[in-house]
Nanobody, 115 residues
Framework: QVQLVESGGGLVQPGGSLRVSCAVS????????MAWYRQAPGKQRELVAS???????KYVDSVKGRFTISRDNTRNTMYLQMSSLKPEDTAVYYC?????????WGQGTQVTVSS
């Protein structure tokens, strides 16, 4: 069974940076498309960025130029480097396959952007 464990969230001031991580177990990580999603209070979960097994990346327009998705297939780990953070980036960040998301969701990691 696939397990997803997100970590690295926290409180950061507007304009700051943060890196969140996703540890994946129970699947052949290196061959699958993976993605970061986020869910802000009172909103639907949304796709933020995706990365293919060979490292091709896509981003939602609102984070282009500020967020960088990456993966380390040797460590079964995926990352999301976030910079120039804005209050509207505040959300719980989740990792999963895809899109679409095929695995059970992890607990997520809370990112709060506030002064």
């Amino acid at each position: 069974q696939v397990q997803l464990v997100e970590s690295g969230g926290g409180l950061v001031q507007p304009g700051g940076s943060l890196r969140v991580s996703c540890a994946v177990s129970g699947t052949i990580f290196g061959f699958g498309d993976m993605a970061w999603y986020r869910q802000a209070p009172g909103k639907q979960r949304e796709l933020v960025a995706s990365i293919s097994g060979i490292g091709l990346t896509k981003y939602v327009d609102s984070v282009k130029g500020r967020f960088t998705i990456s993966r380390d297939n040797t460590r079964n780990t995926m990352y999301l480097q976030m910079s120039s953070l804005k209050p509207e980036d505040t959300a719980v960040y989740y990792c999963n396959s895809g899109p679409p998301a095929r695995y059970s969701w992890g607990q997520g990691t809370q990112v709060t952007v506030s002064s």
